[in-house]
């Protein structure tokens, strides 16, 4: 008999080693009336060796901004020795203790009820959703995490008996059943899952890897921003030097919050839409979530959020998709909102801490960011005299991440050294303690140059703290202010379903409160803005040609 290859002899017994995490999900049918159903998912967790106390698992039941928690029925555990007792360790994370010891195998059951929670503030929009006839959400709110240390084989199968016909299962790993191979257990609550009948674009397979899924009409037909969403995958891949385009994919769904925002995961993006929301105006988001296919790396939320909103428009605007004017246009949005900002010099790890306190903390990193890249770039292009740019920075790093290699902040800083010396070290160190970051005149290119104008700055008129939590009453209103104008009084209770963080991007917008007082409900509709600042604003350079503007 022939001798197997040494390779395969060791692939063969690491693969014989991992044990493998089986999961059955068995959704049943969707009420788009009342927006409910259930997800029942029967999990074998290998090799569970626990104490009185042990943590067998733990689902994500709740998101910040939620008005409640989800809820779970029919949760049980057994193993040989039979049905284990179960301890529920509440949280936004439900921890499921064991009762007694547990070793080997265990079987673990439980019933997850698919419904709307209502947001009563910004938060990721991740939680579990039912748009038509068909559930999405990320995986950690779907599926228990169990308590394994080890590497795992993941696999899901998916029981669509009692959906309607044509319902698929759709996920950032793909269509249908998962197979994962050996891994990190958690892996599966970094993904999206779509789970009904949906629509998609192209209609069967991928464009370039590239494909969007969505379960309801958004108000507007999606394909053509999908479409030219493709063509920007394609064009990123190559800028971020791939071998090959990796697979992405879009998933689509409403949101009565924060319409237009979107979260990244595993090889996807969840975006969404409601009031207000076009293809047109989806293009900005689109560009900046699939940046961070590439560059997002741990380094801070500095780097991470502050380059997709560098990158958002500039790689669409290289690559033909947008025109100077767009590209400037979210420049602006972003100056304005950050010089305009009252609390634009809280320092970066303050910003990170409040991040869900405050949506004028939580822009920071994003705003911020973006002007230090650019104003981070300018100074690597004089130094180098044109010859570099932030670009090599940023992609060398998306080559040591694809080599498994470690970034750090060190690294950075020494990358920043050698690019453009001590200066942009110092850059880095006021950015961070909440400097003004500036760029230069031509920082985001040879065709813009530098002006100012008089911008309203951001200001709903009453203490910020009055939108923030379930009870939401107007304290510390502000005597002269629009609210004020408009008829918002003090003790008013409030309610509102708009995204703060985009607001303050959009000086012209209104903001809309449903107001409560003596029993009566009505809304109030005013622009939340007060005093006119100085802010920095970029316009075009008429004495420089436009085939000069691609040229930074």
């Not at 428009?313 to 004017?325: E, I, N, T, V």
Request: proline share 7%; charged share 20%; hydrophobic share 40%.
């Amino acid at each position: 008999m022939a001798s197997l290859p040494l390779a395969a002899l060791l692939a063969a017994a690491t693969a014989k080693a991992a044990p493998v995490l089986d999961i059955d999900a068995t959704p049943s049918a969707i009420d788009p009336a009342t927006g409910t159903g259930t997800l029942a998912v029967e999990m074998s967790i290998p090799a569970v060796d626990l104490p009185v106390g042990g943590k067998i698992a733990e689902l994500g039941l709740g998101m910040p901004g939620q008005a409640r928690m989800h809820r779970v029925s029919d949760l049980g555990a057994t193993d040989s020795a039979g049905a284990i007792p179960l301890q529920q360790k509440p949280g936004m994370r439900s921890e499921w203790l064991a009762g007694r010891a547990v070793s080997g195998p265990v079987k673990l059951r439980y019933t997850l009820h698919l419904e709307n929670i209502a947001m009563l503030q910004g938060g990721p929009p991740t939680a579990v959703r039912i748009d038509g006839r068909a559930f999405s959400g990320i995986g950690s709110v779907l599926f228990a995490e169990p308590a394994l240390a080890g590497a795992v084989e993941i696999r899901v199968r998916w029981h669509l008996q009692h959906m309607p016909r044509g319902a698929e299962a759709v996920t950032s790993f793909g269509d249908g059943d998962i197979t994962l191979p050996a891994g990190p257990a958690d892996r599966l609550g970094r993904a999206v899952y779509m789970v009904g009948p949906v629509w998609r674009e192209p209609a069967k397979g991928d464009i370039g890897g590239f494909s969007s899924v969505w379960a309801d009409d958004p108000g507007f037909d999606p394909r053509p921003v999908m479409r030219w969403t493709a063509t920007l995958h394609g064009w990123m891949s190559r800028f971020f030097g791939d071998e090959t385009a990796p697979p992405y994919r879009v998933f689509m769904r409403y949101n009565p919050m924060n319409a237009g925002g979107g979260a990244a995961l595993y090889n996807s993006f969840l975006i969404t839409y409601g009031k207000g929301v076009t293809g047109g105006s989806l293009r900005n988001i689109l560009g900046h979530e699939m940046t961070h296919t590439w560059t997002a790396n741990g380094l801070g939320k500095w780097y991470d959020e502050g380059n997709a909103v560098y990158y958002q428009a500039l790689l669409p605007w290289r690559a033909g998709l947008l025109s100077a004017d767009e590209y400037l246009a979210d420049v602006n949005e972003t100056a304005s909102r950050y010089y305009t900002n009252l609390l634009r010099t809280t320092p970066e790890e303050e910003a990170v801490r409040r991040f869900w306190e405050d949506t004028r903390v939580r822009v920071l990193p994003y705003d911020r960011g973006a002007m230090y890249f650019a104003a981070l770039n300018g100074m690597i292009r004089r130094a180098s005299g044109g010859q570099r740019s932030v670009d090599d920075l940023v992609l060398a790093l998306v080559r040591r991440a694809r080599d498994n290699e470690p970034i750090t902040e060190a690294l950075w800083l020494d990358m920043l050294r050698g690019a453009a010396g001590e200066p942009a070290v110092a850059l880095h160190k006021a950015m961070l303690a909440g400097e003004l970051v500036i760029p230069r005149s031509d920082d985001f290119g040879p065709c813009f140059r530098r002006t100012t104008k008089m911008i309203r700055r951001f200001d709903v008129g009453f203490d910020f703290a009055s939108l923030i939590g379930s009870d939401k009453v107007v304290r510390g209103l502000k005597p002269g202010s629009e609210a004020e104008k408009a008829g918002v009084r003090e003790g008013d209770r409030i309610s509102y379903g708009i995204a703060l963080d985009a607001l303050q991007g959009d000086a012209s917008r209104p903001f809309t409160v449903e107001v409560t007082r003596s029993g009566r409900s009505f809304p109030i509709t005013y622009l939340p803005r007060g005093e006119a600042v100085e802010a920095y604003q970029w316009e075009r350079d008429p004495a420089v040609p436009e085939t000069m503007c691609h040229s930074w």
